[in-house]
């Protein structure tokens, strides 16, 4: 009896410094984005604050076509927001050996992009399942000379929509109004900046989000990269900050930024 007692107390206390770790692997990942000052838009990182960044680059984080991706050099970012009254901006500091190679007789998610996930809307539950009305996926087509952008609203329910449907995503336009992108290519890749207005995440039904330093949104972000011809293009690896392909259809395997001033 004694005996089977020491094992029991051994195993109740294997569990017990176990939890911790099992709690640590399912937080949620967490970045800040601090407040923008004079940011120029030019592709060059200089003006931002780079301490807090969404680091993809880890095996973990392929969320498709694992057996195509050959590392950190083939295809790796950090990605950074920032934020004003007006605007929410955002970089990202991309390593890619084949960079900038959108072919635009793709589909746009089968083409090198970018892609950010964002909810404007704090109070939102971040274990919700199901995309709500300020959910948003936006993609941002790495074609140098054309810059396209779409926001993908179809996994939204039709109810929550609000009339802000799905716009480019068939490529060939820019739905951000008053967005202005650079890029500026490096040793390893390129660095890419953005600034994209928050209006553009509202409509007649859906008002203009206020943000303000403290509040929390959940956030993602993605990096396609298409690194042969046709044919071969059926095959792409994408990687993703947080979560699996779910996060196509279910915010709460998304991160969160914290605004800051």
């Given amino acids: 009896m004694k005996k089977i007692l020491t094992l029991s107390v051994s195993a109740l206390a294997a569990l017990t410094f176990a939890l911790p770790v099992q709690a640590e692997e399912a937080s949620r990942p967490e970045i800040t984005a601090y407040k923008a000052e004079e940011v120029t838009i030019d592709g060059k990182l200089d003006e931002w604050n780079l301490e807090s960044p969404a680091v993809v680059k880890d095996p973990e984080q392929i969320i498709r076509d694992a057996v195509f991706w050959q590392g950190e050099n083939d295809c790796s970012a950090k990605y950074y927001l920032a934020w004003d009254e007006e605007n929410l901006y955002m970089a990202a500091d991309v390593t890619e050996d084949t960079p900038l190679g959108a072919i635009e007789m793709l589909p746009i998610d089968g083409e090198d992009n970018l892609?950010?996930?964002?909810?404007?809307?704090?109070?939102?539950?971040?274990?919700?399942?199901?995309?709500?009305?300020?959910?948003?996926?936006?993609?941002?087509?790495?074609?140098?000379?054309?810059?396209?952008?779409?926001?993908?609203?179809?996994?939204?329910?039709?109810?929550?929509?609000?009339?802000?449907?799905?716009?480019?995503?068939?490529?060939?336009?820019?739905?951000?109004?008053?967005?202005?992108?650079?890029?500026?290519?490096?040793?390893?890749?390129?660095?890419?900046?953005?600034?994209?207005?928050?209006?553009?995440?509202?409509?007649?039904?859906?008002?203009?989000?206020?943000?303000?330093?403290?509040?929390?949104?959940?956030?993602?972000?993605?990096?396609?990269?298409?690194?042969y011809p046709c044919p071969g293009t059926e095959y792409i690896p994408q990687l993703a900050w947080s979560g699996t392909q779910n996060i196509n259809t279910d915010p709460s395997e998304w991160g969160s930024v914290t605004l800051a001033e």
């Fill in 115 to 227: 892609k950010l996930y964002i909810s404007t809307d704090p109070t939102a539950d971040p274990e919700r399942t199901e995309y709500g009305t300020n959910d948003f996926l936006v993609y941002f087509i790495m074609d140098e000379g054309f810059w396209d952008t779409a926001i993908d609203r179809s996994m939204v329910p039709k109810e929550a929509r609000q009339r802000f449907v799905s716009m480019g995503m068939d490529g060939g336009e820019s739905v951000l109004e008053g967005y202005e992108c650079a890029v500026s290519m490096t040793a390893t890749g390129f660095t890419w900046e953005a600034v994209i207005p928050w209006s553009c995440f509202s409509n007649d039904k859906i008002e203009v989000y206020a943000p303000k330093a403290g509040d929390t949104l959940s956030c993602n972000f993605a990096i396609t990269d298409i690194s």
